[in-house]
């Protein structure tokens, strides 16, 4: 059977939502000094997103400033300003 919603005029959204905030995501990074790299992972990577999919971000940073980054970036939104949420 499937996935089964009841908000499918909504859901159709979640693309353009989604893009906004790999946008801003993006943005964040490209200014942070601090960053080496950044690519993404999972479905996203792979270019076999569906509606729901996630967005599974990997960061590289060097080892001693890791500590100061994930300070910096594990943050909440304040003021429309971009956030990470960030899983070790």
Same mark, same amino acid.
């Given at each position: 059977m499937g996935f089964v919603t009841r908000h499918k005029e909504r859901d159709l959204e979640i693309p353009m939502h989604r893009q906004e905030l790999m946008t801003a995501i993006e943005k964040d990074l490209f200014n942070d000094d601090d960053v080496l790299a950044a690519f993404y992972g999972g479905s996203i990577g792979? *270019?076999?997103?569906?509606?729901? %999919?996630? !967005?599974? @971000? /990997?960061?590289?940073?060097?080892? #001693? =400033? +890791?500590? *100061? +980054?994930? %300070?910096? =970036? =594990? !943050?909440? @939104? =304040?003021?429309? #300003?971009? +956030? +990470?949420? @960030? /899983? !070790?």
């Open positions: 792979n *270019e076999n997103m569906d509606l729901y %999919s996630d !967005i599974d @971000l /990997r960061i590289v940073v060097l080892p #001693e =400033k +890791f500590q *100061e +980054f994930i %300070s910096n =970036k =594990k !943050i909440g @939104l =304040k003021n429309g #300003e971009m +956030f +990470f949420i @960030l /899983r !070790i």
